[in-house]
């Protein structure tokens, strides 16, 4: 399985941005897919997760309200749109699927067995 992230930054505060995740290598739309960002010195965080259908989103709670994660099958991506940016929003930015399908949209870290080399948001005060 192979995820390739684009999209990222610099970005001046209040400002937008559309992350994509495309990925190969095995049938996409039977996984969920999660968005995690780990900044410097920090912990990666949970983003955001969607279930294999879009009928479950999970958000982490710096981020509710502001960014929406989507996902095309058909086009074997998945999209993380950005709103109302942060200086604290700045971090690298991955997106992550499991081995095992979920019917839900899990927000572990652990669960999560693929992942991309990520994509770097910077945004500007």
């Known amino acids: 399985v192979q995820l390739v992230e684009s999209g990222g930054g610099l970005v001046q505060a209040g400002g937008s941005l559309r992350l994509s995740c495309a990925a190969s290598g095995r049938t996409f739309s039977s996984y969920p897919m999660a968005w995690f960002r780990q900044a410097p010195g920090k912990e990666r965080e949970f983003v955001a997760s969607?279930?294999?259908?879009?009928?479950?989103?999970n958000y982490g709670d710096s981020v509710k309200g502001r960014f929406t994660i989507s996902r095309d099958n058909a086009k074997n991506t998945a999209y993380l749109q950005m709103n109302s940016l942060k200086p604290e929003d700045t971090a690298l930015y991955y997106c992550?699927?499991?081995?095992?399908?979920?019917?839900?949209?899990?927000?572990?870290?652990?669960?999560?067995?693929?992942w991309g080399q990520g994509t770097q948001v910077t945004v500007s005060s």
């Open positions: 969607v279930n294999w259908d879009l009928s479950m989103t």
């Open positions: 992550a699927t499991t081995k095992e399908t979920f019917w839900n949209a899990p927000s572990r870290v652990t669960l999560y067995d693929y």
